[in-house]
C-alpha cells in the first residue's frame, strides 16, 4: 500500500492498514479511551486517538517544559549568581542564554530531519523523544554541579540540543498521531504545558533553593519521566529504508528553507507565526521593567508581584486553551479562532499598556492570557494542516518552531528603539508594536485557503 496521503490525516499508511476495518488497526487505536469516547473506526473516518496516547502527550509536554524552562524562568540566573561577581552576572548570563538560544533554533530542524530519516526498530521519533531528554538531563546536571561559566555554557548547550530533540519529537506526534477532529483540544491541552510549567518550575526553584544542584537534577528527572510516559504509549513506525536521502550539510541548510511558490500556504503560515509570537514576546520580555518603571513597584517587591502576575496569565491562557480547542474542534474552523486569539492579545496589549495600576496590569494579562492560550489552541492543529510532506513532518514543525522562538531573541534587540520614541520609556509604543504585529499575523492566516 503506498505511503503517500493526506497530511492531515492521523496516521501514517503502514501505521493504519485500512480505516475501513477495525480489526486491521493497531490496537493502541481501537482499544478505546479509557472510560472517554470510544475510539472511532468509522469507514473514512480516522479513528480517535486514545486517552492515553493524549495523556502521554501532556505528559511529555509538560516534563520537558519543566526541564527547559525552569532554568531560563529562575535557576540559571540563581546558578550563575553564584559563582559570579555581582558586576558580571547579566554579561555571563546573556552569554549561556544566547548560546542555548542559538542551538534551539538549530536544533529543531536538524532533530526533525534526523528522526524523519530514523530507521530504528523502536521507530522514528521514539529513539530521539527519550535520547534528547536523556542527554539533556545530562547537560542539566553538568548545570547544577559546575563551578565556571565555561562549564555552564557547555551543560546549557548540552540540554538546549536534548530538551529541543525532544520537544520536536512531541510536536510532529501531533500530524502523525492525532486526527484533524481532535487537533484543536489535543493542542490546547499540550500547549498550555509550557505556561502550567512555569508555575510549577518556579514551585521547583523554591523548594530547593538551598540545594542548587537538585534545582537542575529534579527537573530533568521529570522530563525523563514524562517522556518515558509518551514513549510507552506511543504507535511509531520506522522510516522507510528505500525513502532515505543521505543527510548532507547541504541538505541540513535546505531544511530550513521551504520553497514559498510550491508550499505558499506553509509560508504563511510561518509568517503569521511569527508576528502573533513578536506581539507574545512584547509582554514577556518587557513586563518586569514595566511593572518597575511604570506602575512604581519597588525592586524588592519585583518577585512576589510577578508570581502572583504568573499565575493569573497562566490561568488565563488555561482557560483560553480549553475553550479554544473544544470550539473549535466542534465547528471544524481554525481561522476565525486564529483571528479572535490576535484581537484578544491586541487588547491585552492595549489593556497592559494602559494599566495605571496593579489591579488593572493583571485584568490586563488575564485577557492577554486568554488571547493566547486561544491562539495556542488552534495554532499547531493549523500548521499540522498546511505541511509539505508528512514523510518530512518532524523537520517541517521545526522549522516552524522557529517562528516561535526567534521573536524572543529579536524583540529585546528592537525594544530599544521602540521605548526611546518620545524621550524613553514608552512602552505604550512597545505594546502598540506588539500589538500591530499580532493583527497583521492574524490577517495572513486568511491567505490559507485550504483550512477553514
Known amino acids: 500500500m503506498p505511503l503517500t496521503q493526506d497530511p492531515r490525516s492521523a496516521y501514517d499508511a503502514t501505521d493504519r492498514p485500512d480505516p475501513a476495518t477495525p480489526s486491521a488497526l493497531p490496537a493502541t487505536l481501537t482499544a478505546g479511551t479509557s472510560g472517554g469516547t470510544p475510539a472511532r473506526a468509522a469507514a473514512g473516518s480516522p479513528p480517535d486517538a486514545p486517552a492515553e496516547l493524549i495523556l502521554g502527550l501532556v505528559a511529555a509536554q509538560l ?29 555571563a548570563l546573556g552569554k549561556v542564554l544566547s548560546v542555548g538560544a542559538l542551538l534551539a533554533l538549530v536544533g529543531n ?111 530533568a528527572v521529570v522530563g525523563v519521566l514524562g517522556v518515558c510516559v509518551l514513549a510507552a504509549v506511543m504507535p511509531d513506525r520506522p522510516a522507510r529504508a528505500e525513502s532515505v536521502a543521505p543527510y548532507s550539510l547541504r541538505e541540513f541548510l535546505h531544511s530550513f528553507w521551504v520553497n514559498p511558490r510550491k508550499n505558499p500556504e506553509y509560508s504563511w503560515n510561518f509568517a503569521s507565526r511569527f508576528l502573533v509570537f513578536v506581539g507574545i514576546a512584547c509582554v514577556t520580555s518587557y513586563q518586569v521593567y514595566f511593572l518597575m518603571d511604570r506602575l512604581g513597584v519597588a525592586e524588592g517587591d519585583v518577585a512576589s508581584k510577578m508570581s502572583t502576575t504568573t499565575l493569573v496569565t497562566v490561568g488565563g491562557v488555561v482557560v483560553g486553551s480549553l475553550a479554544g480547542g473544544r470550539l ?60 509539505p510532506d508528512p514523510e518530512t513532518a518532524a523537520k517541517d514543525m521545526g522549522v516552524l518552531n522557529i517562528a516561535n522562538a526567534l521573536p524572543q531573541s529579536l524583540v529585546p534587540m528592537l525594544a530599544p528603539f521602540v521605548l526611546a520614541i518620545g524621550g524613553g520609556g514608552n512602552y505604550g509604543a512597545l505594546f502598540l508594536f506588539g500589538g500591530i504585529a499580532a493583527a497583521v499575523g492574524a490577517a495572513l492566516v486568511q491567505l490559507i485557503r485550504s483550512v477553514r
Open 63 to 91: 516534563g520537558v517544559c519543566i526541564a527547559a524552562f525552569t532554568p531560563i524562568v529562575v535557576t540559571l540566573a540563581l546558578r550563575v549568581a553564584q559563582i559570579v561577581p555581582e558586576a558580571e552576572r547579566g554579561a
Open 328 to 387: 473549535s474542534d466542534a465547528t471544524g474552523c481554525r481561522k476565525p479562532f486564529v483571528l479572535a486569539s490576535a484581537f484578544v492579545i491586541g487588547v491585552g496589549l492595549l489593556l497592559i499598556a494602559t494599566a495605571g495600576t496593579f489591579g488593572m496590569f493583571l485584568f490586563a494579562v488575564a485577557v492577554f492570557g486568554f488571547g493566547e492560550g486561544l491562539y495556542l489552541a488552534v495554532d499547531v492543529a493549523l500548521a499540522a494542516a498546511v505541511l
Open 109 to 219: 530542524p536538524l532533530f526533525g530531519a534526523l528522526s524523519d530519516r530514523t530507521t530504528s526498530r523502536f521507530g522514528r521519533r521514539r529513539p530521539w523523544l527519550v535520547g534528547g531528554m536523556a542527554v539533556a538531563a545530562i547537560g542539566l546536571a553538568v548545570v547544577g554541579l559546575g563551578s565556571s561559566v565555561t562549564t555552564l555554557l557547555i551543560g546549557w548547550a548540552i540540554a538546549q540540543l536534548g530538551c529541543n530533540a525532544a520537544l520536536c519529537m512531541v510536536t510532529a506526534c501531533i500530524p502523525d498521531l492525532i486526527p484533524d477532529h481532535q487537533r484543536g483540544r489535543v493542542c490546547g491541552m499540550v500547549g498550555m504545558m509550557l505556561s502550567v510549567s512555569m508555575v510549577a518550575g518556579s514551585f521547583l526553584a523554591r523548594l530547593f533553593a538551598d540545594h542548587m544542584a537538585l534545582a537542575f537534577i529534579v527537573p
